[in-house]
C-alpha cells in the first residue's frame, strides 16, 4: 500500500489543524439564552449569577460529594492585589475555561480558570463623590454573547469583550450625585439585561430595567416606589408611558413617593414558566418613618414584573410601614410544591 503521497500526508495534517484551530476557537460560542436557562445542567461551566435564572445555585455535578470533599486541596490562588481590598462578595462566571470575577471598587478580572493566570482586568475609573451605602462590594457579573458584563459603584453598567476586556457600550443607571450606585449582579432573562440599583439610605427611586444586552439600549424600566411612571422603549428609542406604578398617593402622603427608596439593591431573579421577574426592595425613604404616614408600597416586599411587558403583575409586602429598615431583598428563590399546578415563589425573611 503506497497510496499516501506525501501531498495528501500534507493535506491531512492541515486538515487536522484546522480542526484543531476551530475547536479551540474562543470564538466559536458566545453564551445564549439556552446556555443560561439550563446552566445548572451543564457542569462545564458557570454562565450565570445563581447558576440559572431561577437563582437556585444546585449543580447535579457527583464528583465532589460527602465523601470525596476532605481530598479537595487548592490548585492556585490569586489575589485581587493592589491598596484596593475591602470586602469581596463576588460569585465568578465561568466560560470557554476562562474564569471573570467582579472585586472591591468596581474591578472585574478575567482568569484562566484552570491556572488561575491573570488575562486582563478592568478598573473602573471612579469619581470622588461615589455613595455607596455599606461597602464597595460587587457581587458578580452577567455573560451574553462575547460580552461580560457588570454594575459599578457610581451606578453605571460596563460591557467588555471576554477576550479583550475591551468596553463595548456603557449605560448610566442613575446619578451618583444624587446617590445612585449599583452592586450587584445582572441577569440576562429572556434576551434582556435585567439590573436594579441601590441608594434607597439617599432617598433614591428603586427600579428595575430590562436593556438589550448586546447594546446596553432600555427595554423597559419600572420602578418600585408606588405613584411613578414606567416606561417603555421602543427600536428607535423613543420613550413611551407604560402605566404607573400603583396609585399615586395609594400608600404615600403628598410628594413623598418621589423620594421612596425601595431600592432593588440585591438584583433580581426570573422564572421562565411564569415569565415573571422577582425582585426584593429595601427600606423606604427617609428612614424616620413618623415622616411617610401609609404602607409605603413597594418597599420591603417582593414584586412580580412581568418579562414582557415590564408591568407588575403582583407583590407583597413583608412589611407595611417599615421603620426598622428591614429591607425584603433577599435573592427570590423557586419552589415547584408536588402535586401543585403553580410555581411558588418563596423568600427567607430576616424578620422571620
Ligand atoms: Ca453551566
Known amino acids: 500500500m503506497h497510496s499516501h503521497t506525501p501531498f495528501k500526508r500534507k493535506a491531512l495534517t492541515l486538515a487536522l489543524l484546522t480542526a484543531a484551530a476551530f475547536a479551540g476557537s474562543p470564538a466559536s460560542a458566545g453564551v445564549t439564552d439556552a446556555d443560561i436557562l439550563n446552566d445548572a445542567k451543564t457542569t462545564g461551566d458557570v454562565v450565570s449569577f445563581g447558576l440559572g435564572t431561577q437563582g437556585q445555585r444546585f449543580s447535579p455535578s457527583t464528583q465532589i460529594n460527602t465523601k470525596s470533599v476532605k481530598n479537595l486541596v487548592p490548585a492556585w490562588s490569586m489575589s485581587f492585589g493592589g491598596e484596593k481590598q475591602r470586602g469581596q462578595e463576588s ?8 474564569m471573570f470575577v467582579t472585586a472591591s471598587y468596581s474591578r472585574l478580572f478575567a482568569v484562566d480558570a484552570k491556572s488561575g493566570k491573570k488575562l486582563w482586568k478592568y478598573e473602573h475609573r471612579l469619581p470622588d463623590g461615589i455613595m455607596p451605602c455599606c461597602d464597595v462590594i460587587n457581587r458578580g457579573a452577567a455573560l451574553y454573547g462575547d460580552l461580560v458584563i457588570f454594575a459599578t ?6 460591557a467588555l469583550n471576554q477576550d479583550t ?8 443607571l442613575g446619578d451618583y450625585a444624587a446617590g445612585y450606585s449599583a452592586t450587584s449582579a445582572p441577569i440576562v432573562a429572556k434576551g434582556k439585561l435585567i439590573t436594579g440599583v441601590s441608594g434607597g439610605e439617599f432617598g433614591v427611586v428603586g427600579r428595575i430595567d430590562a436593556r438589550d444586552p448586546l447594546t446596553g439600549k432600555l427595554v423597559w424600566t419600572r420602578p418600585t416606589v408606588e405613584g411613578h411612571m414606567g416606561y417603555s422603549f421602543n427600536a428607535a428609542g423613543d420613550k413611551i408611558e407604560n402605566g404607573i406604578s400603583g396609585t399615586t398617593n395609594a400608600t404615600w402622603t403628598g410628594d413623598l413617593w418621589q423620594t421612596g427608596g425601595a431600592a432593588t439593591w440585591n438584583g433580581a431573579t426570573y422564572d421562565p414558566e411564569t415569565n415573571l421577574i422577582f425582585a426584593g426592595t429595601g427600606n423606604p425613604a427617609p428612614w424616620n418613618s413618623h415622616l411617610r404616614p401609609g404602607d409605603n408600597l413597594f418597599s420591603s416586599s417582593t414584586v412580580a414584573i412581568d418579562a414582557d411587558t415590564g408591568k407588575i403583575t403582583w407583590h407583597y409586602q413583608n412589611t ?14 423557586f419552589l415547584r410544591l408536588q402535586g401543585s399546578e403553580d410555581g411558588q415563589a418563596d423568600q427567607g425573611w430576616r424578620q422571620g
Open 91 to 98: 460569585q465568578p462566571v465561568i466560560h470557554n475555561g476562562k
Open 153 to 158: 459603584l457610581d451606578a453605571q453598567l460596563v
Open 165 to 172: 476586556g475591551k468596553v463595548v457600550w456603557k449605560e448610566k
Open 320 to 333: 407595611p410601614h417599615d421603620g426598622w429598615d428591614f429591607d425584603g431583598v433577599e435573592r427570590i428563590r
